[in-house]
């Protein structure tokens, strides 16, 4: 994709903690005991199992072993040095805070996790912005976390791991999108996530490679599940962001749902509108990976299909790698006033920059 | 969706009769019959959503002489059989087999489909059945699936998509064995009790017009199980048709599919050709629940890019609510040709029908 | 445009309905609190006998957990895929503007007035046969056809 000339958007990079060590000075002292005596490393189920070759490009991995992409100066190099040259990246950071049990710890976590973000990431390049990870699993400790950063407008918005224990849409969950609209925040929903249930209605996959492309199922249950219980319809500013799980699955999903809410609509009488009308209104996805075919044609019209040209927002997902390099070819297919949207336009009227 | 050209016959590949517990228990020896009564079916544990309409059914569709929907054959007849020109329709009998005492399970699969046999394809030739099977206990499945060979009303072994596992899971595979063997495909139905696990794999929603819109998930599930399993290399032979899950969400599937085994194929190293690959060779889709783009053209594209003209079987799902007509479902866009393919041709070549 | 015979009032006694043929046309009268309506047996989705279908409430919501429920049996629902349909116009609910089921105007009129048949009445229901039509009964009209 060409150079935009409004400036570019990175909506994914990965902000990789190089060790759970790294987050020892910004713990409670009750906590780095805990750390130091117990054995406790923080969240042991990593989003992606670094051996993978999804988990780093071979360019993002340092000759010193360490994790791709878990110091500033890796994605300075990897990501705004690079082409097409962002001029604003937003980092997601992943650590499975989720996964914590202990409400404590989990909240803990997240707090430190942020904290490190903000001292050995946003203080070092004016350039990057940063979600917020949050205990997604305790909705009091999320909001906590929201209000505590709100006053940061280097932090841009909430981050939830699409994987969770019940779907985001349910009515426990309210106050957390209610904390993050108060905030002028979107939330992002990014692939990943280790709650403790199956990934799929049917149990446990035997492959990652299940898990990895079967995650698309999670994000169609979270979408249905927030609009079904009715948070655009609380929340009308409010922009949802689907990260990392590509698009292309998305306007089958709607054509079922619209058709659905025709005759179900009783069920959820403050749905006002087809659900797809939400989507266009609300919803952002990011562009890596795309999903759509490798066939320039076929790609040109799985992008149109959306319905919408403000619903791509551009990414990297740096250092993630998904073999999506073909979409080059694709993406010379689509509008050039789309593609320009894609790059620049449908960030800058999701963020606040 | 308009008027198509009606008059062709069709195939409907899915109707659905009910076995009330009283024709089960008919069928039933002794010893299970007292345990059926007395213990019966649990109700499973947290996974009831209320459906839009009282079991699930069209609201005309009581018979008047009493009964659930589906459980009278001459009132089936009347609304479904007779009223369009069905030469064959398919019953996936929705009995749950439900993970339960293993020997119960077996024992309810065995009368379910005697019952099949006695009330429903011995009175009406135009019908032909699934075979219900204790799935969670494959060697007593393939016991079951074995006292029936030779028996080609039975078209193809019934195993509902909410199982315990993903399905390309090796437990499963002596089922696969044993219907490769017969040469009956295995048909998964939307519908069953995952064991406890969740309806989604983000925990349990809320609402049940969530259940509905999520339904192609569970299938989605076992599409990137049975292929990553190597289930084909295992068994070249066996034939998977997926009934009630739609059709339209299989491209996006595929192409993400065959992407992450580019990827990570050293993970799945039995597998020799594209995911995509093993899917158009070895798997059916019913037509129903059918989607319904805003713009017809959309629904051409689609099936572009699904790319299985020969593999779309239609059904209406009779008596559920959600039933697709015969005559309207079908959008008036799709050519000719394919529409009757969908609507007979496509069943007659799958299940042998002349 | 010709006003049809279908039934008698007391037929058709308030919070029922009666199935009738026009003209070829399966068509739905019902009368709700003596108002009378009349919608096209056909529901525009996939063809389902529509005015079969359960009557019941307009639903709506001003929020997530509020259920407001307001003319009771004024809401048909199609017996297939649920959708709802306002009585007394036809609209759906969920498009009122582009999907609605055809009505139709109706009239009550005493038999007095309508025995022998006046010129724009046409008997019915059935097109071979004359409505028995009694001068101490009342009667329901659904206006269909042609325009004159």
Request: charged fraction near 20%.
């Amino acid at each position: 994709m060409e150079t935009a000339n409004p400036p570019l958007i990175d909506c994914d990079v990965h902000a990789v903690l190089p060790a759970f060590e790294a987050l020892l000075p910004f713990l409670p002292a009750y906590w780095r005991e805990q750390v130091e005596q117990t054995g406790f490393k923080g969240p042991v189920d990593p989003w992606y199992p670094p051996g993978l070759p999804t988990t780093a490009r071979a360019s993002a991995r340092p000759a010193d072993g360490s994790p791709a992409s878990s110091r500033v100066g890796l994605v300075q190099a990897g990501v705004f040095d690079a082409a097409p040259h962002p001029a604003v990246a937003i980092l997601n950071s992943d650590c499975a805070v989720e996964s914590l049990h202990n409400p404590d710890a989990a909240g803990a976590v997240a707090r430190a996790l942020n904290d490190w973000i903000a001292s050995e990431w946003l203080a070092k390049d004016m350039r990057l912005r940063a979600s917020i990870v949050v205990a997604s699993q305790f909705p009091e400790l999320a909001v906590r976390e929201i209000e505590r950063r709100a006053g940061d407008p280097r932090f841009v918005q909430v981050l939830l791991p699409v994987r969770s224990e019940a779907p985001y849409g349910s009515r426990n969950f309210r106050s957390v999108f209610a904390a993050a609209a108060n905030q002028g925040l979107p939330v992002a929903l990014h692939y990943g996530g280790s709650p403790g249930n199956p990934p799929t209605p049917v149990g446990w996959p035997s492959f990652h490679i299940e898990d990895y492309a079967g995650v698309t199922g999670v994000f169609q249950t979270q979408l249905i599940s927030i609009i079904a219980g009715g948070v655009f319809d609380e929340h009308p500013a409010l922009k949802l962001v689907l990260a990392e799980g590509g698009f292309a699955w998305l306007p089958s999903m709607l054509w079922r749902f619209d058709k659905n809410w025709k005759g179900l609509r009783r069920e959820i009488p403050w749905v006002k509108r087809p659900p797809s009308d939400y989507v266009r209104e609300h919803v952002r996805i990011t562009v890596a990976p795309s999903d759509a075919p490798e066939d320039p044609a076929q790609f040109a019209s799985a992008v149109s299909q959306l319905g919408s040209d403000d619903i791509l927002l551009y990414a990297s997902d740096y250092p993630h790698d998904h073999g999506d390099a073909f979409a080059e070819r694709g993406w010379a297919a689509v509008p050039a006033g789309v593609r320009r949207k894609v790059m620049s336009e449908n960030a800058r009227s999701t963020y606040r920059l | 969706m308009s008027k198509a050209t009606p008059a062709t016959s069709l195939v409907d590949c899915d109707i659905h009769n009910a076995i009330t517990p009283a024709a089960v228990a008919r069928h039933l020896p002794e010893r299970w019959r007292q345990y059926h009564a007395q213990f019966g079916r649990r109700m499973t544990p947290g996974d009831y959503y209320p459906k839009a309409t009282p079991m699930a059914s069209r609201t005309d569709s009581w018979p008047p002489g009493g009964g659930p929907p589906g459980s009278d054959l001459a009132f089936m007849r009347r609304q479904l059989l007779d009223a369009w020109p069905i030469e064959i329709g398919i019953l996936n009998t929705l009995i749950t087999i439900r993970n339960q005492y293993r020997d119960y399970d077996a024992a309810m699969a065995t009368a379910a489909n005697a019952c099949q046999v006695a009330e429903w394809l011995e009175p009406e030739p135009r019908l032909r059945a699934s075979l219900l099977v204790p799935f969670e206990d494959p060697q007593l499945a393939v016991t079951e699936i074995r006292r029936h060979a030779g028996d080609k009303r039975f078209v193809q072994v019934l195993i509902p998509s909410r199982t315990t596992e993903p399905l390309g899971r090796r437990k499963y595979w002596p089922i696969y064995a044993a219907a490769s063997e017969s040469g009956l495909p295995i048909g998964i139905h939307f519908g069953g009790w995952s064991g406890g696990h969740p309806i989604s794999g983000a925990g349990w929603p809320t609402y049940y017009i969530e259940y509905h819109t999520g339904m192609n998930q569970t299938f989605q599930a076992h599409l990137i199980s049975l292929i990553c399993e190597g289930v084909f290399e295992e068994f070249p032979k066996l034939k998977v048709v997926f009934i009630e899950g739609g059709i339209a969400w299989i491209p996006p599937v595929l192409w993400r599919l065959d992407r992450s085994w580019r990827q990570l194929k050293a993970e799945a190293p039995t597998l020799r050709q594209l995911p995509s690959e093993y899917f158009r060779k070895h798997f059916w889709l019913t037509t129903q629940p059918i989607e319904e783009p805003p713009e017809p053209g959309q629904f051409l594209e689609m099936i572009a890019h699904l790319d299985m003209d020969d593999r779309l079987l239609f059904s209406t799902d009779y008596p559920h609510w959600d039933f697709d007509s015969p005559d309207t479902a079908l959008p008036s866009v799709l050519p000719p040709g394919l529409r009757e393919k969908v609507r007979r041709d496509n069943a007659r070549a799958l299940y042998g029908f002349a | 445009m010709p006003k049809h015979i279908v039934s008698t009032v007391a037929e058709i006694p308030p919070g029922s309905r009666k199935i009738v043929e026009v003209s070829g046309r399966s068509i739905g009268v019902f009368n709700v609190g003596g108002e009378f309506f009349a919608l096209r047996n056909r529901c525009p989705h996939q063809g389902a006998a529509l005015c079969t279908g359960h009557l019941g409430s307009a639903v709506t919501s001003t929020g997530p957990g509020h259920y407001e429920v307001d003319r009771s049996g004024e809401i048909l629902r199609c017996p297939w895929h649920g959708w709802e349909f306002d009585l007394r116009c036809g609209q759906s609910w969920f498009d009122p503007e582009k999907v609605r089921v055809k009505s139709y105007e109706t009239a009550v009129a005493p038999g007095s007035s309508l025995a022998p048949p006046s010129p724009g009445l046409v008997p019915g229901p059935y097109v071979a046969e004359t409505f028995p039509v009694s001068i101490e009964e009342s009667y329901v009209l659904v206006e269909f056809g042609p325009v004159a």
